[in-house]
């Protein structure tokens, strides 16, 4: 669905994309990761036949940029971050221009618009001016603006930027839900939003990809996480014998409360260590209170990734 | 005209007059439109046989001023407004040409500037009503006024779009399609004072003034025709290279 071959963009004042390879199937979502000013943005604007490359291969939904423009930009729907929207125009309205500007014919208009405004929700406020609504609503009516066309592809820069925990929530599972029948690429620099809706990501940083793969794959790539344990038992004692174990690499002193303490048992790379952790405890009969694996989350992948 | 463009020209014209400054324009318009009717009227009643009234409306100062002042308040939103709050984003990234983009805005404005001088016509209706239809209206003379009129709004309007294009911030754009569409203006004045042929000859070529007095008295010319679309397309055609260019800069 999108196959990018050593994407570059340079402007005056430096390079945003550095040469980035990376392809989409078709049917996958994507999470396009990366801090903020790493070249997400730029690259979705490349993709979308707004921004020209400087150099390199693109070809998005079946065709070339930027050569043919026109026929990528009929074929995919794309939401820009921020969401600009025309404020003087009444949702349905809206919808209207934009899907007869993105050629679908005058007899399917009606039962397109009415289709999108249903799928995002927006049958209740379809003859409010769009200046009017709130933030999510806003959103939502990008989004809708985004599929009147029925695209293929749906590119989302930053989709649920600005919103608060409950629209989050739901822009969520309305993308979940589009992305069952569709191929979707979202940029975003929260973690969680990729966990919860994508299959796959890719990481980028300073424009260049630092890594590809699907969540599982990049999980594995940090350390197997940390075990936090809080027993009753002399502190010294304990230390000695939790260090001795063969796979724990690393024991570090928490917390004392009492006679509590609380250690963070950091196993080799790829290493489990919860069955003998749990079984030098029950050999010295340590009163336990606390047994706890801190699971490698993404955002340690994408930390580790993306510092300098 | 293509698809595209129809579908985009819509919404510049709603755009337009959904827009406050529209109607206030239009308000005004009238008032200073009907104050200078007036005005020419009181000139004839004084005894002036050898104009009619179009000639003196179309000669007198206000009509200039308005023109000059209007077509700036009227472009400066287009396309500064859309890069601003980024919906050039969204209407790029749509199936359209940057060529149809730019038509739509040059064509929606002009329909709006044509409808801003129904006022000037309605006073001369409301002149022949008056007058009892004792002058008769020279048709020929006053279809090539507004000609003109519709001649130079077409030049001035696409400076100001190519000043807007230019910029996000739309007193900006005002302000180099104010300076430009001014300095156009005034500069066939200097015909008047250069000593030199080939510059007189020059300057008289784009003295806008003197070639509307030639066109209100019923005179055509087809030179200031050929100026002013050449002009227009030129302008157009620059305002596609700076939003390419633009593009280029991200």
Redesign the interface.
Known sequence: MIQVENLMKRYAGGEAVRGITFSVEKGEVVGFLGPNGAGKSTTMRMLTGYLPPTDGRIEVAGAKLPKESLLVRQRIGYMPENVPLYPEMRVEEFLEYRGRLKRVSRGEITHRVGLVLDQCGLTDVRGKIIGSLSKGFRQRVGLADALVHNPMLLILDEPTAGLDPHQIRSFRELIKELGKDRTILLSTHILSEVEMVCRRAIIINKGKIEASDTLANLEKRVQAGALQIEVKADPAVAKEKLTKIAEVSLVTELNRAGDWVSYEVTAAPGKDIRGEVDGLIKREQWPLREFRREKARLEDVFVELTQD | MTR?LW??W??EV??IL??PIAWVLLTCMSLINGFSFSQCVAYLGQGVKEFTVMQIYFYIFHFWFLLIILVPILTMRLFSEEYK??????L??????DGDVILSKFFGVLFFYLLLWIPSLLGLAIFQVVTHQAVPVAWIPLGFSYLMVTLVGMLYLSIGLFASVLTRNQAVAAMISFTMIALLFFAGFLSYLVRDPGWRDALSYIFTLEQMRSFSAGQFDSRPVVLYLSGTAFFLILTRQVMAGR????
């Open positions: 595209a579908i985009l819509k919404r709603g755009a959904h827009s709050t980024g919906t050039i984003e969204m790029l990234t749509a199936p359209v040409r593009r280029l800069k991200g």
